[in-house]
Nanobody, 128 residues
Framework: HLQLVESGGGMVQPGGSLRLSCEASGFTLESGLDYYTIGWFRQAPGKEREGVLCISGGRGSAIYADSAKGRFTITSDNAKNTVYLQMIGLKPEDTAVYYC?????????????????WGQGTQVTVSS
């Protein structure tokens, strides 16, 4: 049973940067992080959880929401079983709880129902 733990959230001024981490554990012997599609989602108060970006299992493709293009980047470190969300040029509207999610296989999606495993979330607040 895959487990995900996010970290790295906090408060930052507009225009600032943050790097969120998503550490995975609980792999079976036949799989590793690279076999899983990883998505980053966020949920602001009173709003639906929305997909921000996704990197496919096998790392052959990625999908970026319009809000993330040019500002957010997803990378992974298989040796550390960790996926990172690097965010620059943060805006107040980026304020939300950020979640990482995973599903086994190569198909990327920004739909929350496509993912089977979720972390507990980490708060990001962008404010002056």
């Amino acid at each position: 049973h895959l487990q995900l733990v996010e970290s790295g959230g906090g408060m930052v001024q507009p225009g600032g940067s943050l790097r969120l981490s998503c550490e995975a554990s609980g792999f079976t012997l036949e799989s590793g992080l690279d076999y899983y599609t990883i998505g980053w989602f966020r949920q602001a108060p009173g709003k639906e959880r929305e997909g921000v970006l996704c990197i496919s299992g096998g790392r052959g493709s990625a999908i970026y929401a319009d809000s993330a293009k040019g500002r957010f980047t997803i990378t992974s470190d298989n040796a550390k079983n960790t996926v990172y969300l690097q965010m620059i040029g943060l805006k107040p509207e980026d304020t939300a709880v950020y979640y990482c999610a995973a599903t086994y296989g190569p198909h990327c999606s920004l739909h929350k129902n496509a993912f089977d495993y979720w972390g507990q979330g980490t708060q990001v607040t962008v404010s002056s």
